[in-house]
Structures are given as structure tokens and as C-alpha cells.
């Protein structure tokens, strides 16, 4: 599990297919951060939790599968690609962002950069299947990177981005038509199906529903 904290921007250092699936070998910068990085660890690259398979100093190895390819944007990298890492969260730390599970759900597009004072808002077109999971002022990482809704439209979505995000993340090479890897908060989710599914009992999900489970 993760929280969309970014902690290090690192550079694909090589590529190399494996059958479906490919090895990819990635360059950090932040020893303060990967330095302890060992084999069968998690880390987040570009928001898709992978599995540490080889480490040394100043890069790692990991093995992504043919479905992790098929749902992300990780079959587009290449030698120079700058992606976005996370260590996975230990109970000890500060949850400063939201849960993130690395589990990704699709692939966005950038529709739309605007400034906005001194920071940006990012629209990110998306397959509208995923609308039930998506509330303005919720949480959506994108590229593992932990944001803020700011607005959502049917298959749109609006984030704002604050000048440090932007200039310690690979956000700050968004251009239109970039693609993003998404996912969408995990509450959210649930409540969906929930609310698809309907209570044990066959009803819908409704207040005094809420209140007889036990929620004020």
C-alpha cells in the first residue's frame, strides 16, 4: 500500500522483453529514500506497485507482467522515461496523501492544462465506466501521484496542481494527449459496488440504512 507521496523521480535506465512481460531497470537519485531498497520489496512506479527483483546501488529491477502491460502506461517506457517512486507506506508513517493501492484501474489523457495563479489544473479525459468512482473534492492519484478532484464531468476529470508537486514530480512534463496511469480511490469503490450490489437485505444503500449499520 501506498499514498501518493512521491518520494523520488527516477529515470528507466534499460528494457528488456520477457516473453508478455518485460524487465525494467530503473535509476533513482534519493539514496536517502532507496538505499535500503531489497529484493521481494514493493515500490510504486508511476503509481503501478511492482516487485523489487534485483537492486544495487542507485537503481532496481523489476518484473512487470503482460496484465500490468495491457492496463498501464509501463509497455510505453523506454531508456529516459522519468517516472514517479514510492517505497510502500509502513504503519509508522504519515499518511499525507490517501490510500493507494497501486492496483491500477486505466489509462487517462490529458485534455486540458491551464495556469491558475500560481498553480495548474489538469483535465484528464478517462473511459466514463469509471464516473461512479469519482467525486469532486475526492481523492485520484495519477501516476501515483496523490491529488485533489477538483471538478468532475462525465469521463473528465479536474485536478490542481501546486507549484511543489508540479516541479518534484514527472507531472511537470505533461503535455496534452500525455498519458497517465489512474486510480481511483478505494472508498469510493466500495460505496460503488455497494450501492450496485444493495444491502444484504436487497434494499439500496439510503441514510436510515447507514444509521441501522451503525453510522451517525
Given at each position: 500500500m501506498f499514498t501518493g507521496i512521491v518520494k523520488d523521480v527516477g529515470t528507466v535506465a534499460g528494457t528488456v522483453r520477457q516473453g508478455g512481460g518485460v524487465r525494467l531497470k530503473v535509476n533513482y537519485t534519493s539514496e536517502a529514500e532507496f538505499g535500503d531498497l531489497a529484493i521481494d520489496e514493493s515500490v510504486s512506479i508511476n503509481g503501478a506497485c511492482q516487485t523489487v527483483v534485483a537492486a544495487g546501488p542507485g537503481w532496481f529491477e523489476v518484473d512487470t507482467v503482460a496484465e500490468t502491460l495491457r492496463k498501464t502506461t509501463i509497455g510505453s517506457f523506454r531508456a529516459g522515461t522519468k517516472v514517479n517512486l514510492e517505497r510502500a507506506v509502513r504503519p509508522i508513517d504519515r499518511l499525507g496523501g490517501h490510500f493507494v493501492l497501486g492496483h491500477v484501474d486505466g489509462v487517462g489523457r490529458v485534455a486540458r492544462i491551464a495556469e491558475d495563479g500560481g498553480s495548474r489544473k489538469i483535465s484528464v479525459s478517462f473511459d466514463s465506466a469509471f464516473?461512479?468512482?469519482?467525486?469532486?473534492?475526492?481523492?485520484?492519484?495519477?501516476?501515483?501521484?496523490?491529488?485533489?478532484?477538483?471538478?468532475?464531468?462525465?469521463?473528465?476529470?479536474?485536478?490542481?496542481?501546486?507549484?511543489?508537486?508540479?516541479?518534484?514530480?514527472?507531472?511537470?512534463?505533461?503535455?496534452?494527449?500525455?498519458?497517465?496511469?489512474?486510480?481511483?480511490?478505494?472508498?469510493?469503490?466500495?460505496?460503488?459496488?455497494?450501492?450496485?450490489?444493495?444491502?444484504?437485505?436487497?434494499?439500496r444503500i439510503t441514510e436510515s440504512w447507514l444509521s441501522g449499520q451503525g453510522f451517525a
Amino acid at each position: 500500500m501506498f499514498t501518493g507521496i512521491v518520494k523520488d523521480v527516477g529515470t528507466v535506465a534499460g528494457t528488456v522483453r520477457q516473453g508478455g512481460g518485460v524487465r525494467l531497470k530503473v535509476n533513482y537519485t534519493s539514496e536517502a529514500e532507496f538505499g535500503d531498497l531489497a529484493i521481494d520489496e514493493s515500490v510504486s512506479i508511476n503509481g503501478a506497485c511492482q516487485t523489487v527483483v534485483a537492486a544495487g546501488p542507485g537503481w532496481f529491477e523489476v518484473d512487470t507482467v503482460a496484465e500490468t502491460l495491457r492496463k498501464t502506461t509501463i509497455g510505453s517506457f523506454r531508456a529516459g522515461t522519468k517516472v514517479n517512486l514510492e517505497r510502500a507506506v509502513r504503519p509508522i508513517d504519515r499518511l499525507g496523501g490517501h490510500f493507494v493501492l497501486g492496483h491500477v484501474d486505466g489509462v487517462g489523457r490529458v485534455a486540458r492544462i491551464a495556469e491558475d495563479g500560481g498553480s495548474r489544473k489538469i483535465s484528464v479525459s478517462f473511459d466514463s465506466a469509471f464516473d461512479p468512482w469519482i467525486v469532486s473534492a475526492g481523492s485520484i492519484a495519477l501516476d501515483g501521484v496523490s491529488l485533489t478532484v477538483a471538478s468532475v464531468e462525465p469521463g473528465l476529470l479536474t485536478v490542481a496542481i501546486i507549484p511543489f508537486t508540479f516541479a518534484h514530480t514527472t507531472i511537470t512534463g505533461l503535455g496534452i494527449g500525455s498519458e497517465l496511469n489512474l486510480e481511483f480511490d478505494i472508498l469510493g469503490k466500495y460505496v460503488a459496488r455497494q450501492r450496485a450490489a444493495g444491502s444484504p437485505s436487497g434494499s439500496r444503500i439510503t441514510e436510515s440504512w447507514l444509521s441501522g449499520q451503525g453510522f451517525a
